[in-house]
Nanobody, 122 residues
Framework: VQLQASGGGLVQAGGSLRLSCVGSGRTVSTYAMGWFRQVPGKEREFVAAIIWSGSATYYADSVKGRFTISRDNAKNTVFLQMNSLKPEDTALYYC????????????????WGQGTQVTVSS
């Protein structure tokens, strides 16, 4: 499975961005997917996850109510809609694929994309 994340950029606080993660190789639609983020010097932290069908999702408390994870299995793509962005959301965002459902631990993910930078200015 190969994952390609995109959609990051520079946005002002309160703004929005939509990240995309396109999968190729094995059938990505059979995997649960997650978004994580990492800032220099810190561990990669869980942001959101979605099961293969899209019928269940899970979010970190820090993004609940502001971020929405979704997927389009016909296009092998997972999205992260980020609204009401804050400077503390600034990070390199990674998408991952897991055979386990709604996991928040990095070790549960088998495949990772290359990351896309999100920078939120105050």
């Amino acid at each position: 499975v190969q994952l390609q994340a995109s959609g990051g950029g520079l946005v002002q606080a309160g703004g929005s961005l939509r990240l995309s993660c396109v999968g190729s190789g094995r059938t990505v639609s059979t995997y649960a997917m997650g978004w994580f983020r990492q800032v220099p010097g810190k561990e990669r932290e869980f942001v959101a996850a979605i099961i293969w069908s899209g019928s269940a999702t899970y979010y970190a408390d820090s993004v609940k109510g502001r971020f929405t994870i979704s997927r389009d299995n016909a296009k092998n793509t997972v999205f992260l809609q980020m609204n009401s962005l804050k400077p503390e959301d600034t990070a390199l965002y990674y998408c991952g694929a897991s055979q386990l459902w709604l996991r928040t631990q990095r070790i549960a993910y088998d495949y990772w994309g290359q990351g896309t930078q999100v920078t939120v200015s105050s």
